[in-house]
């Protein structure tokens, strides 16, 4: 029996895939941190606000974050101008 090397499973994918995906819930996990940071830190929106912005940002932590900042920062940047 002749063993092939073309034939062995790489040894390096499943530390590649772990190293990946590991990087992508560290992004994620940052985004969120610093949306809700922000959101609970915003002078702008009242506690209810914040609450609400909080609740979107853990239950939803992609599209919560990113929410707050293209609407959220928005307004509370163009909140105390106006």
């Known amino acids: ?8 499973p790489n040894p390096l994918l499943p530390a590649t895939y772990d190293i990946v995906w590991s990087l992508i ?11 809700l940071w922000q959101a609970l830190r915003s002078k702008a929106h009242t ?9 979107l940002i853990v239950l939803a932590p992609v599209l919560g974050a990113l929410a707050w900042f293209v609407l959220g920062r928005q307004h509370s940047a163009a909140g105390p101008a106006a």
Not at 47 to 55: F, K, R, S, V
């Open 1 to 8: 029996m002749r063993i092939v090397l073309a034939e062995l």
């Open 25 to 35: 819930v560290v992004a994620v996990l940052a985004l969120m941190l610093t949306a």
């Open 47 to 55: 506690g209810g606000q914040q609450l609400l912005w909080a609740l």
